[in-house]
């Protein structure tokens, strides 16, 4: 029971300090490092790339996972969310997914 009760109360602690596991800047702080070691390409040079292919679909933002090194672009269409995964080292889609 004392386990139990231990574990409840350190949960919440731990689940504070895992924002805090990526470093300073969070994703977008990642990302900013990888690009200036020139390991991936801007999100302004992925964004140039894909968003002329997704014909009448609305942007609605980025994400970047620094352990996979990739971009998630979503998008919106008909009311369906798109999401464009690209490599952020190479610039190429990864998988489109609705």
Same mark, same amino acid.
């Given at each position: 029971? $004392?386990? &139990?009760?231990?574990?409840? /109360?350190? /949960? =919440?602690? /731990?689940?504070? #300090?895992?924002?805090?596991?990526?470093? =300073?800047?969070? +994703?977008?702080?990642?990302?900013?490092?990888?690009?200036?070691?020139? $390991?991936?390409?801007?999100?302004? +040079?992925?964004?140039?790339?894909?968003? =002329?292919?997704? $014909?009448? #679909?609305? !942007?609605?933002?980025? +994400? !970047?996972?620094?352990?996979?090194? #990739?971009?998630?672009? &979503? %998008?919106?269409?008909?009311?369906?969310? @798109? %999401?464009?995964?690209?490599?952020?080292?190479?610039?190429? @889609?990864?998988? *489109?997914? *609705?």
């Amino acid at each position: 029971m $004392n386990r &139990k009760i231990a574990l409840v /109360l350190t /949960l =919440p602690a /731990l689940m504070l #300090a895992v924002p805090a596991l990526s470093g =300073p800047g969070g +994703e977008q702080g990642q990302a900013r490092r990888e690009l200036s070691a020139g $390991n991936v390409r801007s999100l302004r +040079e992925i964004e140039r790339q894909v968003l =002329p292919t997704m $014909n009448g #679909a609305q !942007y609605l933002g980025p +994400e !970047y996972d620094p352990v996979a090194l #990739a971009y998630r672009l &979503k %998008f919106i269409r008909d009311g369906r969310v @798109i %999401f464009v995964d690209v490599d952020a080292r190479t610039g190429s @889609i990864i998988r *489109q997914r *609705q």
